[in-house]
Nanobody, 124 residues
């Protein structure tokens, strides 16, 4: 089973950018899809962005389209999430996870190997 470690979370002001990284203990290409999810206090975990092992397609939540970009560095077994123009509603713990064939970004229950998460707080 792969182990995932997220990093890069921070406290930033609205409009700022952050780059999250997810380091995997083995090749992320072994998985059909990998993705970023987030969970805000009192809310259910939700899919933010996912990318297939082939690099395409990518899937984004409507709330982050045009602001977030998911990418993978297969050589480094790393998944990244570039987040631009951050908003207070982006505040959450962000997790990365892997999924098998048929996993859908809209259903976090399809995914596993959750890391410990990294906190992103957007506040003025």
């Amino acid at each position: 089973q792969v182990q995932l470690v997220e990093s890069g979370g921070d406290l930033v002001q609205p409009g700022a950018s952050l780059r999250l990284s997810c380091a995997a203990s083995k090749s992320i290409l072994d998985y059909y899809v990998v993705g970023w999810f987030r969970q805000a206090p009192g809310k259910e975990r939700e899919g933010v962005a996912c990318i297939s092992s082939g690099g395409a397609p990518t899937t984004y939540a409507d709330s982050v389209k045009g602001r977030f970009t998911i990418a993978r560095d297969a050589d480094k077994n790393t998944l990244v999430l570039q987040m631009d123009n951050l908003k207070p509603e982006d505040t959450a713990v962000y997790y990365c996870a892997v999924g098998g064939y048929g996993s859908r970004c809209t259903n976090f229950r399809h995914f596993g190997a959750w890391g410990q998460g990294t906190q992103v707080t957007v506040s003025s």
